[in-house]
């Protein structure tokens, strides 16, 4: 019988073509580049052909080592759903889940449900990875993720989606602004405001807009940021108005400011906050019931 390219081979050989370079890829992996190089040495080895191109600047693929990679991202998920499998079998929470949270959620849902959840499933083990939602679902296709908790929809292929709760935008702005003190308040009027919103990239910003029927050239934009607390200071400031997700306040982020918050008189004005997992994964049932977790924490 004919030798046979270990998980651990095929592993390597994808860190290197995710990273292109050697040292980053045995980070990645936890080993040495020496131990990185020759497990990919040995996998090339074992196939009878080169997988990669080597140079003193950069990690080529050859046209046979991407097929190979593409190959192999399919069996490591596959073992991956074996193993989640058998955990699932267990009794739910029992075990570890990996799970992805955007930014703009983390900091105002985790604390409660990491205490609500230690308290109810001591043997649960969470690990969070905080990241942009289309960084964390490229993880989540990896495999390196279980489920993801982010605003919704998100364009994915392949994917379940469960939306779980609503999540209101509020108007932030100064005392001394027009807008605190309209009767009633419409989206409308934010047409032509200077409008502080994250950077390209944080889906909040493309939600807040949508929400409010809004698009880009329709208001003004002074100043971009990556944070949530950095948009209230510039509020505070003077320096133009925000579209703040009732989470954030209720997590009493508008503290020691004298910012105005005023609801909006529309209907809607709001982002779905929901759960995303794989299709085929063995484990929704459990996903579903961190879901019913999930709102019943935000509920109370």
Not at 13 to 40: D, K, M, N, P, Y
């Given at each position: 019988?004919?030798?046979?390219?270990?998980?651990?081979?095929?592993?390597?050989?994808?860190?290197?073509?995710?990273?292109?370079?050697?040292?980053?890829?045995?980070?990645?992996?936890?080993v040495s580049q020496s131990t990185l190089s020759?497990?990919?040495?040995?996998?090339?080895?074992?196939?009878?052909?080169?997988?990669?191109?080597?140079?003193?600047?950069?990690?080529?693929?050859?046209?046979?080592?991407?097929?190979?990679?593409?190959?192999?991202?399919?069996?490591?998920?596959?073992?991956?759903?074996?193993?989640?499998?058998?955990?699932?079998?267990?009794?739910?929470?029992?075990?570890?889940?990996?799970?992805?949270?955007?930014?703009?959620?983390?900091?105002?849902?985790?604390?409660?449900?990491?205490?609500?959840?230690?308290?109810?499933?001591?043997?649960?083990?969470?690990?969070?990875?905080?990241?942009?939602?289309?960084?964390?679902?490229?993880?989540?296709?990896?495999?390196?993720?279980?489920?993801?908790?982010?605003?919704?929809?998100?364009?994915?292929?392949?994917?379940?989606?469960?939306?779980?709760?609503?999540?209101?935008?509020?108007?932030?702005?100064?005392?001394?602004?027009?807008?605190?003190?309209?009767?009633?308040?419409?989206?409308?009027?934010?047409?032509?405001?200077?409008?502080?919103?994250?950077?390209?990239?944080?889906?909040l910003r493309e939600h807040a807009l949508e929400?409010?029927?809004?698009?880009?050239?329709?208001?003004?934009?002074?100043?971009?940021?990556?944070?949530?607390?950095?948009?209230?200071?510039?509020?505070?400031?003077?320096?133009?108005?925000?579209?703040?997700?009732?989470?954030?306040?209720?997590?009493?982020?508008?503290?020691?400011?004298?910012?105005?918050?005023?609801?909006?008189?529309?209907?809607?004005?709001?982002?779905?906050?929901?759960?995303?997992?794989?299709?085929?994964?063995?484990?929704?049932?459990?996903?579903?019931?961190?879901?019913?977790?999930?709102?019943?924490?935000?509920?109370?």
């Amino acid at each position: 019988m004919s030798r046979q390219p270990t998980l651990k081979q095929l592993r390597y050989l994808c860190a290197v073509a995710e990273h292109g370079h050697f040292g980053h890829a045995a980070r990645a992996c936890h080993v040495s580049q020496s131990t990185l190089s020759a497990g990919i040495a040995e996998l090339e080895d074992t196939l009878g052909a080169p997988l990669v191109e080597r140079s003193n600047r950069q990690v080529l693929l050859t046209v046979l080592g991407e097929d190979v990679v593409a190959r192999a991202g399919n069996v490591l998920l596959a073992v991956e759903d074996i193993v989640a499998s058998c955990r699932a079998a267990a009794e739910p929470f029992a075990g570890a889940m990996r799970l992805g949270v955007i930014p703009t959620i983390a900091p105002f849902i985790l604390p409660a449900l990491l205490r609500e959840l230690r308290e109810t499933y001591p043997e649960f083990r969470l690990f969070i990875r905080e990241d942009l939602s289309e960084h964390l679902v490229e993880a989540l296709n990896r495999g390196e993720l279980d489920v993801l908790l982010l605003a919704l929809p998100f364009p994915a292929q392949g994917v379940e989606q469960r939306p779980l709760f609503a999540d209101e935008f509020l108007l932030a702005c100064p005392a001394s602004h027009p807008l605190a003190e309209a009767r009633p308040l419409h989206t409308a009027a934010l047409r032509g405001a200077d409008l502080l919103l994250l950077e390209d990239g944080h889906c909040l910003r493309e939600h807040a807009l949508e929400a409010c029927k809004l698009r880009d050239a329709e208001v003004s934009v002074p100043y971009q940021a990556t944070s949530l607390n950095t948009i209230v200071q510039m509020v505070a400031n003077g320096i133009g108005v925000t579209l703040l997700p009732r989470m954030a306040l209720e997590a009493n982020l508008l503290a020691s400011t004298d910012i105005i918050v005023r609801a909006f008189d529309d209907p809607g004005v709001e982002r779905q906050i929901g759960l995303l997992w794989r299709r085929k994964s063995p484990r929704q049932a459990e996903f579903r019931l961190l879901g019913d977790f999930i709102a019943a924490t935000q509920a109370r």
